[in-house]
């Protein structure tokens, strides 16, 4: 699949808007791809404990005082609430902290895009992630909670803004509450906010769907039926040489040769992961499908078992 520059203009603008309200990490610090490389298995993927560190460790600001407006509001609003609740004091208010996970691992891998932690005296931190969608449709991700960009309006000075932030708020307090109310003083409570398996890596027990009587879930790349998860890549999409794109909007698929445009693009957005064989790369659009020569497509990477690639 090709495309000329005007796609990747469109592209990144909708990338921007992650970045506009959440914040990015800083991806391209010598420090950070080093320390990427020390925590990356082949093909480039990071284990989810692994990921939440790596972005901790390279935040652009304070997670007291995020850079960003929505992040910043959004973290006293938070405060705010617990305090209110008597779940934390005002003197207590620095407990709770904002961080970014845009252009990482954890929001390429594992569907985190921000995540807001409450610190703990005598334990790990409670951990509420956010998954930022740009689609109308889109009401549940990987992550605790979903953050729609339409809710949020995009001038400060709107009377609308602070009372949307204050709705968002009000659920990842709620969230927190919970979470501290059934976690013990002192027991480290490393799940809170996280994913309690690998859902990329589809890690649950065989015939676990079965017992539901859901319908067996689907390869994310061909659609062939089968696994043991809702999201997997099946071992001949995995085995390719080159990674697919498989686009939601008409259903085309395509594969990204080398000096594709698409895929130099996606490995300037996303470095330093490597993106190449084992890959399932869904578009909300397409060339084939996008009704005028400029558009935006929102990208979502899926990466198969090590196992499976050749």
Do not use: W
């Not at 927190?176 to 859902?199: N, V």
């Not at 990674?243 to 080398?258: F, I, Q």
């Amino acid at each position: 699949m090709r495309r000329g520059p005007e796609f990747e203009s469109q592209f990144y603008t909708g990338r921007m808007a992650e970045a506009d309200l959440l914040g990015e990490v800083r991806i391209s610090m010598p420090e950070y791809i080093a320390a990427f490389r020390k925590r990356s298995a082949e093909g480039g993927y990071v284990k989810y404990a692994d990921a939440i560190e790596l972005a901790k460790r390279f935040q652009p600001a304070d997670p007291t005082n995020p850079d960003k407006d929505f992040a910043r509001e959004l973290r006293m609003a938070i405060a705010d609430r617990l305090i209110a609740d008597g779940v934390i004091t005002e003197a207590e208010r620095d407990r709770v902290k904002y961080f970014t996970a845009v252009k990482t691992p954890l929001d390429i891998l594992h569907g985190v895009d921000a995540f807001v932690e409450l610190d703990r005296p005598n334990g790990r931190p409670e951990r509420v992630t956010l998954d930022l969608s740009l689609r109308d449709e889109k009401v549940v991700g990987k992550a605790d909670l979903v953050v729609r960009a339409q809710d949020i309006p995009d001038d400060p000075e709107n009377e609308s803004y602070l009372p949307s932030i204050g709705t968002y708020a009000e659920r990842i307090a709620r969230r927190l509450e919970e979470e501290a109310g059934r976690t013990k003083p002192g027991r480290a409570s490393g799940l809170t906010g996280g994913p309690r398996r690998d859902t990329r890596y589809g890690q649950r027990k065989e015939g676990a769907l079965k017992k539901t009587g859901k319908t067996p879930p689907r390869c994310l790349g061909c659609g062939k039926s089968g696994g043991d998860d809702q999201t997997f890549v099946c071992k001949g999409c995995a085995s390719a040489k080159d990674p697919l794109l498989v686009c939601r909007g008409c259903g085309a698929r395509h594969r990204l040769e080398p000096g594709d445009e698409v895929l130099i693009m996606l490995q300037k957005e996303y470095h330093p992961l490597q993106i190449g064989p084992g890959f399932v790369i869904r578009a909300s659009a397409c060339v084939l499908c996008a009704r005028d020569d400029e558009f935006e497509a929102v990208f979502h990477l899926f990466r198969a078992r090590p196992e499976l690639v050749n």
